[in-house]
């Protein structure tokens, strides 16, 4: 009983991950984009500043990646306490 509850909330906690890393890709690319489209309409605005108009795409992106590396190891973590699971299940089904 306890162990199918453990189950099934691990199965949601790694749907909401999938989630979570989803809307982060989708972030930066939709941030991405708007970024290059307003450099396109004012490229004059930025002749002032002494870093690349592209420079918070950079720390967007090194900040998303982080973050999804944190994600993607929590998600295997989760991934394979599930199947640990499932294997002593059939194997205590077995017996």
Same mark, same amino acid.
Not at 20 to 43: D, P, R, T
Not at 66 to 86: A, G, Q, S
């Given at each position: @009983?306890?162990?199918?509850?453990?189950?099934? #909330? +691990?199965?949601?906690? %790694?749907? @909401? *991950? %999938? *989630? *979570?890393?989803?809307? @982060?890709?989708? /972030? /930066? $690319?939709?941030?991405?984009?708007?970024? /290059?489209?307003?450099? +396109?309409?004012?490229? !004059?605005?930025?002749?002032?500043? !002494?870093?690349?108009?592209?420079?918070?795409e950079i720390l967007c992106g090194a900040m998303?990646? $982080? =973050? #999804? =590396?944190?994600? +993607? $190891? =929590?998600?295997? *973590? =989760?991934?394979? $306490?599930?199947? %640990? #699971?499932? #294997?002593?299940?059939? +194997? !205590?089904?077995?017996?």
């Amino acid at each position: @009983m306890m162990k199918e509850r453990l189950w099934k #909330e +691990l199965k949601k906690v %790694n749907w @909401m *991950i %999938n *989630i *979570i890393m989803g809307a @982060m890709a989708g /972030f /930066f $690319v939709g941030f991405s984009g708007y970024e /290059f489209i307003f450099y +396109l309409k004012h490229s !004059s605005d930025y002749i002032l500043y !002494s870093a690349p108009w592209y420079t918070g795409e950079i720390l967007c992106g090194a900040m998303t990646a $982080v =973050i #999804e =590396i944190i994600l +993607l $190891v =929590i998600k295997l *973590i =989760i991934c394979r $306490v599930i199947r %640990n #699971e499932k #294997e002593d299940s059939s +194997l !205590s089904e077995d017996r």
